[in-house]
């Protein structure tokens, strides 16, 4: 029984079956064998939250796990947040990270969106401390958490905003106003006193090329 | 790094596992898997054979019953923490609950098995025996019940025999004046205790201490009793100065060891500081009015 077998994971709604053997860990199932490189691995030693997922809409830490643990499960990552009914081009989750640069490295948001989301479907409206508590099995060594939160709190305030508009309605049609979409300017950030950065000009920015080292 | 090899076994009945752990060559028995499953990939354990019990559905229960809270192999932390049983009653366990580990690591680890581990610094070994609990085991010869202060033996080693499951722990439904608490300090979420320390107390109809329990964790070899304190407070009414004594004693039966964390005579410190605002909150909870002596 050190064999492969055959297991079945829904990941973001897709059914994938694959051959693991017992050791595999699910977090390796999910970047190496599916290719879903979203899901980080961080620390390894199931300390820094990186590898967060939702398993049948809990979060866990995907290194602690053996994939053939997860056979049968419904499984969410962040590759799968855009998709989900509350997202518009970005799951609004996604639109507080990047409207309160609630990231820099980036290399921990997985999983801090993972446990964010986790967070707002049990309890909408989070107080600032309940937020902490939900995110204190990841770690950032970037931001020092606060725009973390407010990232959080964005996005509640975000979803409580379309419930009362729209009755609790899901609104996937872009540019609506329920936050930034591909096709506004890469400057709304939803703040009125931008900085500007870091997304402002990442993508016009004229990056020195080989041989200017200027 | 990845574990070696093993194989996978899942049964889905207490029969089935307990076969199979007396047929198989040294066996090893995954539950929630948040401390072995980091132990298998550094292979500091290398078994051979994995037994999965996360399949027996039977196991996965948290309910009061013939004058116990009975707690299955397979109640998560987070079953604690979530359970409308839970609450001022059973004041370490509502007190414990959100402190172990992080939200994500509730959500897997089972109560029985940070028992089973026998970490010195787990939680729930404190307040097993703060609580006269038991654990319930099952073995090829039929289920025993080994006593909270008779399970614990050396860090990560215990009573339980290899070919023994342990199915559930227990402890006595609580009397009508009794009162429990847990303070636990650690340097951030998500670490084990630098020190910990449950109390229980019950108290008689003239707020006299019937029954003290302290339990104290990380500051010994295995999770420990303070029994002298336990003897200074009983016979006794709650007061700051009796709580001021107990820390005391408490302090001196620990047997903590410097590290990074601290050095042994802060910790003896800690253990003094903790036990009495354990004292404080567990004698408020039975029924007496706030008396915690420090905050």
Redesign the interface.
Known sequence: ??DE?EITLTINGTEHTLEV???R?LVHAIREDLDMTGTHIGC????C?AC?ILKDG????S????A??ADGAEILTVEGMEDLPEATDLHPLQEGFKAEHGLQCGYCTPGMLM?GK?LLDENPDPDEETIR??I??NLCRCTGYQNIVSSIEYAADELADRTATDGGAVTAEPGDGAGPSADDAATVCGQSDCCGGPDADLFERDYPTEGTDT | ?????????EPTTVDEAVSLLESLDGPTILSG??SL??M??FRLANPDV?V?I?GIDSLDYLHEEDGYLRIGALARH?DVEDSSLIDETYGSFADVA?LV?????R??GTVVGSVAQADPKGDWGSILLAHDGEVIARGPDGERTIPADEFFLLPYDTTLDDNELITEVRVPTPAPREGSAYHKLKRK??DYAMAGVAARLVLDDDDVIETARLGMTAVDITNARATDSEAHLEGERPSSELFEEAGELAAEESNPESDEHGDAGYKERMVDVLAQRALGDAAERAGLVKRRVSQ
């Open positions: 029984m050190t077998r053997e017992p050791r860990l390894d030693t199931g300390n939250g967060t809990e979060p866990i830490k290194c602690l796990m053996f053939a643990q446990a986790a508590d939900a204190s099995g | 790094m990845k574990s070696a090899p093993f194989e996978h076994h898997g948040q499953v980091p298998l990939r994995v999965d996360n987070a959100p580990a992080d939200p994500q690591v959500n897997r979420t998500g």
